[in-house]
């Protein structure tokens, strides 16, 4: 079965890190651009952070700097490392696959994953 396991959320203090996990199973990411999205409730999704199937990484203007996306292709898995973390960060996380080149459009993307909730006191 292809599918994409987004996990590693929960509830930290601002200033806080926390490193989302998105692994993929009956499928490789060697082909594909990866997305991180965040959701809150009422909003529309927003891109977070993509990187291309080469490793090349993009992020949203409001995460530049805190957060950092990689891969690791053994484990067939991408990871979003979040620092310094901000209350405005609180959502729920999903991630996604899609074929068309790394874009932060949700649009782009045709595999999602279940989201993972981000929490962040102040």
């Known amino acids: 079965e292809v599918q994409l396991q987004a996990s590693g959320g929960g509830l930290v203090q601002a200033g806080g890190s926390l490193r989302l996990s998105c692994a993929a199973s009956?499928?490789?990411?060697?082909?594909?651009?990866v997305g991180w999205f965040r959701q809150i409730p009422g909003k529309e999704r927003e891109g977070v952070s993509c990187?291309?199937?080469?490793?090349?990484?993009y992020y949203g203007d409001s995460v530049k700097g805190r957060f950092t996306i990689s891969s690791d292709n053994v484990k067939n898995t991408v990871y979003l490392l979040m620092n310094s973390l901000k209350p405005e960060d609180t959502a729920v996380y999903y991630c996604?696959?899609?074929?068309?080149?790394?874009?932060?459009?949700?649009?782009?993307?045709?595999?999602w994953g279940q989201g993972t909730q981000v929490t962040v006191s102040s």
């Open positions: 009956g499928f490789t990411f060697e082909d594909y651009a």
């Open positions: 996604a696959a899609g074929s068309r080149g790394p874009r932060l459009e949700p649009q782009e993307y045709d595999l």
């Open positions: 990187i291309s199937n080469s490793g090349t990484p």
